[in-house]
């Protein structure tokens, strides 16, 4: 009877600690150089940046190519006006999102 305690209590609590350990929780998302909202001339930026190893990232839904380590680099082209830019990144079933605002005044 103690060891089915042990079992149902024990094990699944060592279970998310080694996953959490493991780096099994929200995948980071970090941008380079980059402000929440910015004005450029150009009719493109580029987005610079890292995800945790063995996420995915989408950009407005596109998937985007990672190096091994995580870094990406990304040249988005912009409409004139307000361009809204969704970066999401997904590991073992968990996203983190974020946006970035680019308004395109050519």
Same mark, same amino acid.
């Given at each position: 009877? +103690? !060891?089915?305690?042990?079992?149902? +209590?024990?094990?699944?609590? &060592?279970?998310?600690?080694?996953?959490?350990? #493991?780096?099994?929780?929200?995948?980071?998302?970090?941008l380079?150089?980059?402000a929440? #909202?910015?004005?450029?001339? !150009?009719?493109?930026t580029?987005?610079?940046?890292?995800?945790?190893?063995? #996420? *995915? +990232?989408?950009?407005?839904?596109?998937?985007?190519? +990672?190096? &091994?380590?995580?870094?990406? @680099? @990304?040249?988005i082209?912009? *409409?004139?006006?307000?361009?809204?830019i969704?970066?999401?990144?997904r590991? &073992?079933?968990?996203?983190?999102?974020?946006?970035? !605002?680019?308004? &395109?005044?050519?």
């Amino acid at each position: 009877r +103690l !060891t089915i305690i042990i079992v149902v +209590l024990i094990v699944p609590a &060592y279970v998310a600690f080694s996953f959490e350990r #493991s780096g099994g929780g929200a995948p980071t998302l970090v941008l380079e150089g980059e402000a929440v #909202s910015s004005m450029v001339h !150009t009719p493109f930026t580029t987005l610079r940046g890292t995800v945790s190893p063995s #996420s *995915q +990232l989408f950009i407005n839904n596109s998937p985007v190519m +990672l190096h &091994y380590n995580g870094n990406f @680099e @990304e040249k988005i082209a912009l *409409q004139s006006g307000i361009n809204t830019i969704d970066l999401v990144a997904r590991r &073992y079933g968990i996203t983190t999102t974020t946006k970035r !605002t680019i308004i &395109y005044n050519p």
